[in-house]
């Protein structure tokens, strides 16, 4: 069977993060800042820990030497600009995305077997945060 017929998961989940950040990220949260509700939308914390994924992935794929295109620092990106109206909710999702970084930058040289072991998980618990909330909260 091709590769093409069976993609590997993490681009499965490139693929299904960028559906997800086109169609969902198109303002729920930012929908409901904008309506002048103070509270976070019900899913904030998983869009949060989506945040530390994509900055763990940021670091561990071109470490064990995937060039994934767009980019998980794009992805963020995307999703930055459809998902957060207001900058201390901006600044607290870079956060995240930076923690998610750092905290392998500071562990990993080198693509060891542990890096892919965390690399696999991370994908999986990325795709298992996008489907749950687009299950619950999607249009």
Do not use: K
């Not at 993609?7 to 929908?31: D, H, K, M, N, Y």
């Not at 670091?59 to 998980?72: A, Q």
């Not at 080198?110 to 994908?123: D, G, I, K, N």
Request: charged share 25%.
């Amino acid at each position: 069977m091709s590769a093409l017929r069976h993609p590997s998961p993490c681009r499965r989940f490139l693929r299904t993060a960028a559906a997800w950040i086109c169609v969902f990220g198109t303002g729920l949260g930012g929908a409901a800042l904008a309506q002048g509700l103070p509270d976070a939308p019900p899913y904030e914390e998983q869009l949060m820990r989506l945040s530390e994924v994509l900055g763990a992935l940021h670091f561990l794929r071109p470490l064990c030497g995937h060039e994934d295109t767009p980019s998980w620092r794009d992805q963020m990106t995307t999703f930055l600009d459809a998902e957060t109206l207001d900058e201390n909710r901006r600044r607290r999702f870079i956060e995240r995305f930076n923690q998610g970084h750092r905290g392998f930058s500071s562990v990993y040289r080198s693509c060891t077997p542990s890096a892919r072991l965390a690399m696999e998980q991370y994908v999986s618990e990325g795709s298992t945060l996008i489907r749950d909330v687009t299950s619950r909260y999607g249009r």
